[in-house]
């Protein structure tokens, strides 16, 4: 069992388990990414993507840049929901300015039947990088593991990439349920295991994108993609050595189904900006702490009007009294068009003025 540093900034754990924090904490969603000219550099190095998060040395590498350039309260891994698929026999590429593909996509019964969750060997490289990464953090700040959601998942499955419409992944959802079913319980079965062993490797907290969740249809996304995700966290470990592991679960566009997500026993539950925070505080109580939620594109405005939108969103979740609980976040991925100065005074501006607020 590897031993690590104790942590120095707890910040972020703290406000995950709604204990008191000093400002509100802050890390980005694909904050290592193509909107660093060093992340671009070390990707040409590695010659790919796949290159960069299948070397657990240009992982580490890469998930440190935006740490030593902005005081992020966490470290995120570095790595894509996609290794899981790909390590069930997919074939995960990327061609050129296309985004993610499966070279074996599950188009018939006889796919589907035949899935099976991967062996976790064939993801030790994952597993390597959060050791090693946390070893490279030295107890700066923690580090989140993370896993798609088993829906998320099988729309990349199914689809075989990305999709405007999911026709052929809604296509077996509406006409073959019992596929669909079985895909999203092998699923289940391997982010769970996927996500324990991250933190058995040392992540600190763990997270689940469920980003096309909020494509699903009322009752539907429910039964598909929500149940599958309650069943991940049953299985979860929550401790770690003794140390709470906390979860967050994102659906982006759920916020209309707020109560039942903060339902399935997360520690915190994560909103795009869509939904206004205090809004959504008065939802849930104080079941959850709330991860989020500027949209993205803010940080392509001037500093005073991102000053502004930063400002909204802390008096939006409200500060002091009320103010355990809040980890702020964008409302999805950073865009890879944004200026790394943005970044830069919306860190500033969220530890500052968070600090102020709490007088
Ligand atoms: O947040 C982080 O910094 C950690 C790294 C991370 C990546 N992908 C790196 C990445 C995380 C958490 C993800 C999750 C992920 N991957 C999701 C869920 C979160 C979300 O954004 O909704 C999804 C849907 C994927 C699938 C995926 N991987 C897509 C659609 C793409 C193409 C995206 C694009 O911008 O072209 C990827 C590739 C990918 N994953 C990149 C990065 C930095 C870009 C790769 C590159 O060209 O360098």
């Given at each position: ?81 996609l290794?899981?698929p790909d390590?069930?026999?997919l074939g995960l590429y990327f061609a050129?300015g296309e985004g993610p593909k499966f070279e074996r996509p599950l188009r ?45 998942l099988a729309c990349y499955m199914v689809e075989g990439g990305g999709s405007d419409d999911f026709r052929r992944v ?42 096309w ?147």
């Amino acid at each position: 069992m590897p031993q690590f540093a104790p942590l120095k900034n707890d910040t972020f754990l703290r406000a995950l388990l709604r204990q008191p924090t000093e400002y509100t904490p802050l890390w980005l969603m694909r904050q290592a990414g193509r909107y660093l000219p060093e992340y671009r550099a070390t990707r040409a190095r590695a010659g790919s993507f796949l290159g960069l998060a299948k070397n657990p040395d240009y992982a580490t590498e890469v998930t440190m840049q935006p740490l030593e350039r902005y005081p992020l309260d966490a470290a995120i891994l570095f790595s894509d929901i996609l290794t899981v698929p790909d390590a069930m026999g997919l074939g995960l590429y990327f061609a050129d300015g296309e985004g993610p593909k499966f070279e074996r996509p599950l188009r018939d019964e006889q796919a589907v039947l035949a899935l099976r969750a991967p062996e976790l060997d064939s993801l030790q490289y994952v597993f390597d990088a959060v050791t090693q990464i946390r070893k490279e953090l030295d107890g700066r700040v923690p580090l989140i593991g993370f896993s798609g959601s088993p829906w998320t998942l099988a729309c990349y499955m199914v689809e075989g990439g990305g999709s405007d419409d999911f026709r052929r992944v809604k296509t077996m959802l509406y006409d073959r349920p019992d596929l669909m079913h079985h895909i999203l319980e092998t699923n289940a079965a391997a982010v769970a295991a996927y996500l324990n062993a991250q933190i058995d490797a040392g992540a600190q907290a763990v997270m689940i994108f469920d980003t096309w969740g909020g494509a699903l249809a009322d009752g539907v996304y429910q039964e598909f993609s929500l149940s599958y995700m309650a069943k991940v966290m049953q299985q979860l470990q929550r401790e770690k050595d003794g140390v709470q592991i906390p979860a967050i679960v994102f659906t982006k566009g759920g916020g209309l189904w707020l109560e039942q997500i903060a339902d399935i026993g997360a520690d915190a539950v994560g909103l795009d900006w869509t939904v206004n925070l205090g809004e959504a505080r008065r939802r849930v109580g104080h079941k959850v702490a709330l991860q989020g939620n500027l949209d993205p594109n803010v940080l392509f405005a001037g500093p005073d009007q991102i000053r502004a939108e930063v400002r909204k969103v802390l008096a939006a979740f409200g500060i002091p009294a009320a103010g355990n609980g809040h980890v702020f976040n964008l409302g999805h991925g950073i865009s890879q068009f944004t200026p790394p100065e943005a970044v830069t005074v919306l860190v500033e501006t969220v530890h500052a003025l968070s600090r102020e607020m709490r007088g």
